[in-house]
T-cell receptor, first 114, second 114 residues
Framework: DQQVKQNSPSLSVQEGRISILNCDYT??????FLWYKKYPAEGPTFLIS???IKDKNEDGRFTVFLNKSAKHLSLHIVPSQPGDSAVYFC?????????????WGLGTSLAVNP | GAVVSQHPSWVICKSGTSVKIECRSL??????MFWYRQFPKQSLMLMAT?????????EQGVEKDKFLINHASLTLSTLTVTSAHPEDSSFYIC??????????FGSGTQLSVL
C-alpha cells in the first residue's frame, strides 16, 4: 500500500508560470516531509522540507504547504524556469530524530517549457 | 552541496554471480548510510541502514544474507548482492546522512541479472 502518493506522473508548465506539485499521504504518524529533485542519471537532491508543526515553508522560489487535516502537501515553484525540469519526489518520515527513514512517492516529472 | 559517489552506474551479470556496489561520501564523514532499491514503476524502498563499525539494520523482507552491507569507514559503505538472480534486477541507490535532516544521494546503480 502506497503511504505517500503523487498522483500526477507528469506536469507541463510554461516558463514564468507557477508549478504546483501535489502529494498525499495516509499515515497520520508522519511528522516530517521533504521534497527532492532528481535529474536524469543523478541521485535525488534535497530541495525543501517541512515539519508537521508548520503549514508553510518558503525558500526562494520554492514553497511547501502542508495541510495535515487533509493529509496533503504541495510544492509551489514560482516562477518556473526551464532548469526546474526534473522529477520531483515527495518523501515522509515518522522518525523525528536523526537518520530518518523516508517513505517515498513515485515522483512527478515536471517539464517547464521556454 | 555534499557529494556522494556511487559505483558502478550500471552492471550486467550472470545469474549466480555476486555484485558489489560502492558508496562513498567524498567531502564529509557519514556516520550513517542508507541503501534503497527501486523496482520499475515503484517508489524507492529502504533496504537497510548502515552505521559505521556496526552491523547493518535491515528492513522487513530484505534478506541480510543475500544483501551484504559493509560500512568499514566513515566514507565508504558497500552493498554486495550475493548469488544474484534475475528478480534482483533493480535500481540500487545509496544515501549518506549529514546532520539531522539532510540526505545526500549517490547517482544509483542499475543492476541487470541475466
Amino acid at each position: 500500500d502506497q503511504q505517500v502518493k503523487q498522483n500526477s506522473p507528469s506536469l507541463s508548465v510554461q516558463e514564468g508560470r507557477i508549478s504546483i506539485l501535489n502529494c498525499d499521504y495516509t499515515n497520520s504518524m508522519f511528522d516530517y516531509f521533504l521534497w527532492y529533485k532528481k535529474y536524469p542519471a543523478e541521485g535525488p537532491t534535497f530541495l525543501i522540507s517541512i515539519s508537521s508543526i508548520k503549514d508553510k515553508n518558503e525558500d526562494g522560489r520554492f514553497t511547501v504547504f502542508l495541510n495535515k487535516s487533509a493529509k496533503h502537501l504541495s510544492l509551489h515553484i514560482v516562477p518556473s524556469q526551464p532548469g526546474d525540469s526534473a522529477v520531483y519526489f515527495c518523501a515522509a518520515s515518522d522518525d523525528a530524530g536523526n537518520n530518518r527513514k523516508l517513505i517515498w512517492g513515485l515522483g512527478t516529472s515536471l517539464a517547464v517549457n521556454p | 552541496g555534499a557529494v556522494v559517489s556511487q559505483h558502478p552506474s550500471w552492471v550486467i551479470c550472470k545469474s549466480g554471480t555476486s555484485v558489489k556496489i560502492e558508496c562513498r561520501s567524498l567531502d564529509f564523514q557519514a556516520t550513517t548510510m542508507f541503501w534503497y532499491r527501486q523496482f520499475p514503476k515503484q517508489s524507492l524502498m529502504l533496504m537497510a541502514t548502515s552505521n559505521e563499525g556496526s552491523k547493518a539494520t535491515y528492513e522487513q523482507g530484505v534478506e541480510k544474507d543475500k544483501f551484504l552491507i559493509n560500512h568499514a569507514s566513515l566514507t565508504l559503505s558497500t552493498l554486495t548482492v550475493t548469488s544474484a538472480h534475475p528478480e534482483d534486477s533493480s535500481f540500487y541507490i545509496c544515501s549518506a546522512s549529514f546532520g539531522a535532516e539532510k540526505l545526500f544521494f549517490g547517482s544509483g546503480t542499475q543492476l541487470s541479472v541475466l
